[in-house]
């Protein structure tokens, strides 16, 4: 099967939801998910949400983002039933390729620590965790 990754538009929101929401990652439909913020995310020119289509449906999706000193790849899902196939790689790629383009020497993948098949997909392609490094955030509400 032919497979494309481009860069979708708000229009394609729902699907982009939809592969979230298929692929088992929680979203925030109140807050940062919400169509307004990714709209608004989705026009800065230092972020890139890319998908993956097959046959015209969106099958995975992700998102690269740039601080002007790393880069980030994060969100990345394929549906299930088309897992296992690497076409995670394809997204990770492009997102990579972006963040090239703005100047990342370092680029980072944010995974969950229970996503095995993430974690096995970053480390195929060269991407190694650092223990020693925890994730904090602080948020305005559980919706951000």
Not at 109 to 114: C, Q, R, S, T, W
Request: aromatic share 10%.
């Amino acid at each position: 099967m032919g497979h494309r990754v481009e860069r979708p538009s708000i229009d394609h929101y729902d699907e982009i939801i939809r592969v979230w929401s298929e692929a088992g990652l929680e979203y925030k439909p109140h807050g940062r998910d919400s169509r307004e913020l990714i709209a608004r995310e989705m026009a800065l020119p230092q972020c890139a949400f890319f998908g993956l289509f097959e046959e015209g449906r969106m099958i995975g999706a992700g998102i690269a983002n740039w601080d002007g000193r790393r880069g980030w790849i994060n969100r990345v899902a394929i549906i299930p039933g088309r897992r296992g196939n690497r076409l995670a790689v394809k997204i990770v790629e492009a997102c990579e390729a972006f963040l090239r383009e703005k100047g990342a020497l370092v680029i980072c993948g944010l995974i969950h620590k229970d996503n095995a098949a993430s974690i096995s997909c970053f480390e195929r392609e060269g991407y190694s965790c650092m223990d020693e490094v925890g994730y904090f955030s602080k948020r305005t509400s559980w919706e951000d």
